[in-house]
């Protein structure tokens, strides 16, 4: 890039505010979920947190590899405590929260375990740690945090938990009791 060091142009600059924003909107749905503040919200609000995100991470994916200005990362300081969001996170999907995973579709189709509560952590992690970048006015360094930590790890754990997300989601909306069903249908075709 062309740029002085430590600014960027505008779509660089761009991005990494969008990313930012986006970055920031998972975390505040994800404590919100965590918190227990709207339980019967929280599987729609992750749908669309993991779906936001995973935007946001393809628009990284696409553009060509993103390169700091410095060999090293700058020290951000210390990473959150993010313990006790996943194991409120843990309390929410007690029972449901661990699914099969596979390892790698490509190279290692072999079925692992994973766990939602620690694929939403985990992406809630990466994405702290690049807005300390990008807070820190160290903006070229959040989108290349980002990018690849979203190639590397982040990406697949968001992408895993959606899939059960939305599963969750269709099993509450879809599997209901047979009767109950006859009876509606029944009622709706029988005023």
Known sequence: MSEAPGVLGGDWARLADETALDARTYLVTI????????????????????????????RL?????????????????????????RENLRNIFEGLDEYADVVDPLTT???????????????????????????????????WWWQFSYLSHWGERAASSLRVVQSLLAHVRLDADADAVAEAEFDALHP
């Open 31 to 58: 404590r919100e979920v965590a918190a227990g503040e709207a339980p019967d919200a929280a599987l729609p609000m992750l749908l669309l947190a993991l779906s936001q995100v995973l935007l946001a991470g393809a």
């Open 61 to 85: 994916g696409a553009v060509q590899d993103v390169v700091p200005e410095e060999r090293f990362e700058p020290d951000p300081g210390p990473d959150p405590e993010l313990d006790p969001l």
């Open 109 to 143: 189709p072999e079925l692992g375990v994973g766990t939602v509560s620690n694929d939403l952590v985990d992406v809630a992690a990466a994405l702290a740690h690049g807005l300390e970048h990008h807070d820190a006015g160290r903006p070229l360094e959040a989108l």
